[in-house]
């Protein structure tokens, strides 16, 4: 994945994406981008505040280059403080084509279509490494068991340094020497 992918992805998951309040704008996503630029210069001991207007504006205005193909509409809600309620559009034709069923009894085979994903997760960060640890997730709305979620993930989430990419139980590296992420309601900070 390239740096800017990984850090709206491990971003994505901060903060809260439908603001209230006027209308979301392009300057906000510029500052959205803005601070991604920041944080890849790597700096030790550097704070940086994301607002949920920034990111909500970004996603709106400028995301789509950054989020996974077949992924769509994602919302992020802060439900607690590192407790978070995330939805998208998941084009799950795209991960049974890279995955193909090995028998008919696959749940695998019931990857069709396009369709709404919802979870809500706990996400805790330290020494560089983040981790989200799954409530529950929800796939229109239908109980989504986590075997499928695992293979959503994995599809999304493969490199050429891990090809099997992660599952909802594995650490994973914070992008750009990011420590540490703290999120509370309307904001997230990032640790350096």
């Known amino acids: 994945m ?16 439908h603001a209230a309040g006027p209308p979301l704008t392009k300057r906000e996503a510029a ?10 210069q790597h700096k030790k001991n550097r704070r940086t505040v994301v607002t949920e207007r920034e990111l909500a504006a970004y996603f709106m205005f400028a995301a ?16 607690g403080p590192d407790r978070l309620a ?10 049974r084509k890279a995955s193909p069923p090995t028998s008919l009894l696959d749940p695998k085979n019931l990857l069709i279509g396009r369709v709404p994903l919802s979870a809500v997760a706990t996400f805790t960060s330290t020494n560089g490494m ?28 493969r490199s050429d340094a891990r090809p ?3 599952t909802t139980e594995d650490p994973w590296p ?18 350096q």
Request: aromatic share 4%; glycine share 8%.
């Open 2 to 17: 390239r740096t800017n992918t990984l850090l709206v992805v491990a971003l994505a998951g901060l903060v809260t994406l």
């Open 31 to 40: 500052a959205f981008q803005q601070k991604i630029d920041t944080l890849k």
């Open 174 to 191: 914070l992008p750009a020497g990011i420590r540490e992420i703290h999120i509370t309601p309307g904001q997230a900070v990032i640790i």
């Open 164 to 166: 099997q990419g992660f």
């Open 86 to 95: 995330g939805r998208a559009v998941v084009d799950l034709d795209a991960v």
């Open 64 to 79: 789509a280059k950054d989020l996974p193909v077949g992924v769509v509409e994602p919302s992020i809600t802060v439900v």
């Open 130 to 157: 983040g981790k989200f640890v799954l409530e529950s997730a929800k796939i229109g709305n239908l109980p989504l068991p986590k075997l499928l979620l695992d293979e959503i993930a994995s599809y999304y989430t």
